[in-house]
C-alpha cells in the first residue's frame, strides 16, 4: 500500500506537489492480510450497536505527536465531518489500540484525531453512497489531511480497500441522536452518485467583483474558475476546480494563501 505518486499541478507557477497516498508508514509495509479472505467471510462482518460509557480519562488528554498537539474532543454532539478516509490492516493487527483496546483488523472500528475514546460514528462513502457504522477506538491517522483511517473490514464494507482511500462524510452516533438503522451491506451504486471537488476562492454580492476575480485568475491558473450564483443569498462564488481528491484541494487552497488569497476553503458536493 505504499505508493508515492508526482502530482504535477500547474498552480500560478508553483510546481508539482507531492502526494504521497499510503496507508501506513513507509518503514514497514501495511495492507490487506497475507492470505486473503472470501468476500463471503467479510460480508458477514456486522456493524456494531452502539453501547455508551464515558471515554477513558487518560483519552481526554492533550497529545503531541511529529511537533503537532492534538486536543481531544470533550463531547462529540452533533459532530460532523467530510474528507478523505484511508484504512490500516495487518501491520497493526493484534496490536493495542490508543483506547486500550486490540486492534482487529476483521471488527468494524476506526481511528479518530479528536473524539473520544471509545465513541460511535457513522462513515458514509460519498462517491457510492455505502455507509457503515463503526467504533472509534484509536488515534489517526496522522497521514496527511485524512480525517479518520478505517479498519480493514470496515474499508472492505465501504468499498474503499483497492483505492486506499474515499471521500466520505462521518457523523456522531450519541444516546440522545436518533439512529437510522444502517444496511449492513450495500451493492455498489456506480454512476449514481458522483463527488465534486472545489476550492472556493472568494464570495461576493457584487457580480462584477466575481467577474475580475475569475478574469485575473483565468489568466494565471491553468485550472478551469467558474462561478456558481447563490439566489438565496445572492452571492457570486468564484471556484477552481474541479479537482481530483480533497488533499489535493487542501493543497491547492494553502498556496492560493500564500498568494494573498486567505479565504479560500475546499468544498464538496455530491451529484
Request: glycine share 6%; net charge positive.
Amino acid at each position: 500500500m505504499n505508493v508515492t505518486h508526482l502530482i504535477n499541478i500547474p498552480l500560478l507557477s508553483i510546481g508539482s506537489i507531492l502526494l504521497l497516498a499510503s496507508c501506513s508508514s513507509q518503514i514497514e509495509r501495511d495492507g490487506p492480510p497475507e492470505q486473503t479472505p472470501d468476500t463471503a467471510r467479510l460480508d458477514t462482518i456486522q456493524n456494531p450497536t452502539p453501547s455508551f460509557s464515558p471515554p477513558r480519562a487518560v483519552n481526554q488528554k492533550p497529545y503531541t505527536l511529529h511537533g503537532r498537539t492534538y486536543y481531544p474532543l470533550a463531547s462529540n454532539d452533533d459532530f460532523v465531518q467530510q474528507g478523505e478516509a484511508s484504512w490500516y490492516g495487518r501491520k497493526f493487527h493484534g496490536r493495542p489500540t490508543a483506547s486500550g483496546e486490540t486492534y482487529d483488523m476483521y471488527a468494524m472500528t476506526a481511528a479518530h484525531k479528536r473524539l473520544p475514546l471509545p465513541s460511535y460514528v457513522s462513515v458514509r462513502n460519498l462517491d457510492n453512497d455505502r455507509r457503515i457504522i463503526v467504533r472509534v477506538n484509536d488515534r489517526g491517522p496522522f497521514h496527511g489531511n485524512r480525517i479518520i483511517d478505517l479498519s480493514y473490514a470496515a474499508a472492505y464494507k465501504l468499498g474503499i480497500l483497492q483505492s486506499g482511500t474515499g471521500n466520505v462524510e462521518i457523523r456522531a452516533i450519541t444516546p440522545d441522536t436518533p439512529v437510522t438503522p444502517v444496511p449492513q451491506s450495500l451493492p455498489p451504486a456506480p454512476g449514481e452518485h458522483r463527488v465534486v471537488v472545489y476550492v472556493q476562492i472568494g464570495a461576493f454580492r457584487d457580480h462584477r467583483n466575481a467577474q475580475r476575480l475569475q478574469q485575473t485568475l483565468q489568466n494565471q491558473l491553468d485550472w478551469p474558475i467558474r462561478i456558481v450564483n447563490n439566489a438565496d443569498s445572492q452571492l457570486h462564488k468564484v471556484q477552481t476546480g474541479p479537482l481530483p481528491r480533497v488533499s489535493i484541494a487542501e493543497q491547492v487552497a494553502a498556496q492560493l494563501t500564500r498568494y494573498g488569497i486567505k479565504d479560500a476553503k475546499v468544498r464538496l458536493s455530491v451529484r
